[in-house]
């Protein structure tokens, strides 16, 4: 992390930070604001200033949704959405950005000093590094670790390096947050001569969701962020669950890549490692898999596991909003009475397969956290939007003590701020709370409090 100290007035210059996750490309671009004192107990004294944010969706599918505010118009708000044809992949997502920003927003690109990149994997490096010919074929060696999301970062950050020359590239990486867990949690019970030659043990990933969350969970229970035990839920098109004590990861459920763990949109989470044999015959080959920057190597195994499995592989779809919608249309056919056909079943199996999971994992980690839980938060695009999957999970945690107050988890999208409650009200109570991840501010924020980068 950063060390805290203040941006003094002389620094000025934008921060593009970028996030390429695994169906989405998200980007905000800040401000560096002065701040008189530092400070590490609010989240309304950051060192930026949001001035835009960009999204575009659904990546893979053909018509990803784009998306551009302009947070600090002159106007107020201004919101324009669009699905875009031309967009197929994480790097022509970033040049649609750039082209839009160019004609709908009056910012002069060569204001933009730095340019923070969200990278999942950073194996051994632990801090940020600026993106040199060393760092970025670190980073190209790490690709087949983490084959749906460091080859697309690294497209973004060769389209980066192309369209904004003058800008420094720097690299922000998700396993970081993960360091302090022990050896004895991230080793696998294999050959650890073989493990510590190839590195093969638990990395954990999500990290800057992480770090944002600690810090806004902090602020909000008015606790000093090192005394904070948590149990936190990011659950996205990749998802996992972290147990953070005394402020740094315990635990995180993703492995030595990010397949490992819950399911996610087309990922299949834990499977017995020895199923994908039984699977195909053709597990050991190599899938031919071409990325735009960069060649991902990865077996037919891996390709299956990664990309031909979770929802996508049980429902057809990745949207786990549309599973919601869908499971609930049969459950009113039934409520009729009804016939529910046999591929209708589909919906409710994929919604109590996650849900299962989870269980797994919150279950294993309070009791890692020994009972000492200040909160158990959800986060992701599922986890902050999804009532339902809430609803299910706190219901099946009221035997530790924890009680959804259902009002206020119906309302969470009316509610503004970044941490919301959703727990009931009472005496002893352990809270339920919905925090609005924000990886790009995490980064964008560590950029501007990072006395190197600034300094001449
Ligand atoms: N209203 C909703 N209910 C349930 N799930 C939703 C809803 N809206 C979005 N989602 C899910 O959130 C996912 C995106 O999560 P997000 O964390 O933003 O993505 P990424 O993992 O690519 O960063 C979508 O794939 C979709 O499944
Ligand atoms: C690590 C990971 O799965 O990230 P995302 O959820 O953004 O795809
Ligand atoms: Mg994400």
Not at 244 to 272: C, E, H, N
Not at 273 to 297: C, E, W
Not at 424 to 445: F, H, I, N, W, Y
Request: contains cysteine.
């Amino acid at each position: 992390m950063a060390t805290m100290t203040a941006t003094p007035a002389s620094r000025s210059g934008l921060v593009l930070s970028v996030n390429a996750g695994s169906s989405s490309l998200k980007i905000s671009l800040y401000r560096l604001k002065s701040l008189s004192t530092p400070s590490t107990s609010s989240l309304t004294s950051e060192p930026v200033e949001l001035l835009l944010v960009s999204s575009i969706n659904d990546i893979s599918n053909p018509h990803a949704s784009f998306s551009f505010t302009l947070v600090a118009h002159e106007n107020g708000k201004e919101a324009k959405k669009e699905s875009v044809d031309s967009i197929h992949d994480h790097a022509s997502a970033f040049t649609h950005f750039l082209e839009y920003l160019k004609r709908e927003a009056s910012i002069d690109k060569s204001q933009i000093v730095h340019v923070c990149h969200r990278v999942v994997h950073g194996g051994d490096y632990f801090e940020p590094v600026v993106i040199t010919k060393e760092s970025y074929e670190h980073i190209e060696r790490l690709t087949d670790l983490a084959p749906l999301h460091n080859g697309a970062a690294l497209s973004v950050i060769h389209a980066c390096l192309r369209a904004l020359p003058e800008a420094n590239s720097i690299a922000y990486f998700d396993t970081s947050f993960h360091r302090s867990i022990l050896p004895y949690i991230a080793s696998y019970a294999i050959d650890q001569e073989i493990a510590k030659e190839r590195g093969l043990k638990k990395y954990g990933f999500h990290g800057l969701s992480y770090a944002y969350i600690h810090r806004a969970v902090s602020v909000h229970l008015q606790k000093d962020p090192s005394s904070v035990n948590i149990l936190v839920l990011h659950l996205g098109s990749g998802a996992s669950v972290c147990a953070i004590r005394d402020g740094k990861s315990l635990d995180t459920s993703m492995g030595l890549t990010p397949v490992t763990g819950l399911p996610g949109a087309t990922r299949s989470g834990v499977v017995d490692p020895s199923l994908i044999f039984h699977y195909t015959n053709r597990a050991g080959r190599m899938s031919h898999n071409k990325q735009q920057a960069v060649d991902v190597h990865v077996t037919h195994a891996e390709e299956i596991l990664n990309k031909q499995s979770g929802w996508k592989a049980i429902t057809g779809t990745t949207d786990f909003g549309e599973i919601v919608k869908e499971m609930k249309a049969v459950e009113e056919k039934g409520k009729r009475n009804e016939e529910v056909a046999e591929d209708e079943e589909k919906w409710k199996l994929a919604f109590d397969l996650f849900v299962d999971r989870i269980c797994d994992f919150v279950g294993a980690y309070y009791l890692k956290l020994r009972g000492q839980v200040d909160a158990v938060v959800f986060s992701g695009g599922i986890g902050e939007k999804s009532v339902e999957l809430r609803e299910d999970v706190v219901d099946r945690m009221g035997c530790l003590g924890f009680v959804l107050d259902k009002e206020k988890n119906r309302a969470v999208a009316e509610q503004k701020g970044e941490v919301v409650e959703v727990g009931k009200e009472s005496q002893g109570r352990k809270r339920v709370l919905v925090c609005r991840t924000d990886e790009q501010l995490e980064m964008a924020r560590e950029c501007a409090l990072e006395e190197k980068f600034w300094s001449k």
